[in-house]
């Protein structure tokens, strides 16, 4: 599975929650480049530079590090990737890895909110981490690219036929239960 959405619309804390309650492991690109930052290593310095504009990391750096990560063995029982693939450039090569591997993605699960309610929330989490991405400047370029880049993808899941929409608007607890339905849903129609 993976779980797409503007910044701030709830992937990380909904990625969470899903992973909780299905036993998949949850994949976030900005956690691992986040723990590389804080612990100084060279990918760490080299991705610094783009997240604190708000920049995507480069796709080869970026897809290099999702390659590695998919190749452990927690993966085995599925898996749920946050925050990736972001351009249509990472979709092709996430689609490489899963051709190679004989997988495929079940479900694309779309958060959707507004910029305004996405820019609150960013600022409200500044307040609390203090995490160096969280201004508003950047935070509006962040969802610039959003829309640029991402949106592509968006399009190419709907386009599958796998992408299933979620309002993201609302409280957290009420988000989780649209996500699981969602996911409910596939199940089911696999079976
Ligand atoms: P991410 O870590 O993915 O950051 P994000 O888009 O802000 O989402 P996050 O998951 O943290 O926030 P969430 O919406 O859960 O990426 C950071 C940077 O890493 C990128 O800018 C880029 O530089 C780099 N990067 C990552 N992946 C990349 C890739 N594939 N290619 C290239 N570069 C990449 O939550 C936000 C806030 O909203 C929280 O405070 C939360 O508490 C709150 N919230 C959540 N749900 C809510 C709700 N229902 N109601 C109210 N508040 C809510």
New binding site residues.
């Given amino acids: 599975m993976l779980i797409i959405?503007?910044?701030?619309?709830?992937?990380?804390?909904?990625?969470e929650r899903v992973s909780e309650r299905l036993g998949v492991v949850a994949i976030?690109?900005?956690?691992i480049?986040?723990a590389n930052v804080k612990g100084e290593t060279p990918l760490g310095i080299e991705?610094k530079k783009?997240?604190d504009?708000?920049?995507?990391?480069?796709?080869g750096v970026?897809n290099k590090m999702?390659r590695d990560r998919l190749s452990e063995g927690d993966v085995e029982n599925g898996f749920l990737l946050?925050?990736?693939?972001?351009?249509t450039a990472?979709v092709d090569y996430l689609d490489g890895i899963l051709a190679n591997s004989d997988e495929k993605l079940d479900v694309v699960l779309q958060?959707t909110?507004d910029d305004e309610?996405?820019v609150s929330?960013?600022l409200?989490?500044a307040k609390?981490?203090g995490?160096s991405?969280?201004n508003e400047a950047v935070i509006r370029h962040?969802l610039d690219?959003?829309h640029e880049q991402t949106e592509a993808v968006v399009a190419k899941y709907a386009q599958r036929g796998i992408l299933a929409p979620i309002n993201?608007?609302?409280?957290?607890d009420?988000?989780s239960d649209l996500l699981m339905a969602a996911i409910a849903d596939v199940a089911s129609a696999v079976r």
Avoid at 28 to 31: A, E, I, R
Avoid at 53 to 59: E, K, L
Avoid at 168 to 172: K, L, M, Q, T
């Fill in positions: 959405g503007p910044p701030g619309s709830g992937k990380g804390t909904q990625a976030s690109t900005g956690d480049f986040r991705a783009y997240m504009a708000g920049d995507f990391v480069p796709d970026t999702v946050d925050g990736y693939p972001r351009t990472q958060l909110a309610e996405l929330r960013l409200g989490r609390e981490t995490r991405d969280d962040r690219l959003y993201g608007i609302g409280a957290i009420e988000v």
